[in-house]
């Protein structure tokens, strides 16, 4: 019988984060470099349009989070815990990265604690 590993188990989900905001990190300096070298028409794209791979990437860190979360609560944390167990591994996860905009940094931790609550408590 395979048992899933404790929440407390260090290999934990930080390392899926990790190379999510890493491979995040990537893309937003690659949009960054692209909007900046770009001729001004190009600047017509919408403010907030999302390629697909940041759009995946998104999508694989919700899952991880969810996972995370709903383990954590089978194993009994209660909500605050689990609350500070999620910004510890998200500002964890940013620092290794090195990311340093506290805009983006805020924006990303608003939606992982968003999607914590939801999973936590299963909307």
Excluded at 42 to 61: H, N
Excluded at 65 to 70: A, E, G, I, N, S
């Amino acid at each position: 019988m395979h048992r899933t590993a404790p929440a407390t188990d260090p290999a934990g989900p930080e390392p899926v984060v990790r190379r999510a905001l890493h491979e995040l990190r990537i893309e937003s300096e690659r949009r960054r470099r692209t909007v900046h070298d770009a001729p001004v028409a190009l600047l017509a794209i919408p403010e907030g349009a999302a390629s697909d791979p940041l759009v995946g990437l998104l999508a694989e860190l919700r899952a991880v989070t969810t996972r995370f979360v709903v383990r954590l609560r089978a194993d009994g944390a209660p909500p605050e815990q689990m609350l500070v167990r999620v910004k510890a591994m998200v500002r964890d996860a940013l620092a290794a990265e090195g990311w340093r905009d506290p805009e983006c940094m805020r924006e990303l931790t608003d939606a992982v604690v968003g999607w914590s609550i939801d999973a936590y408590y299963d909307r």
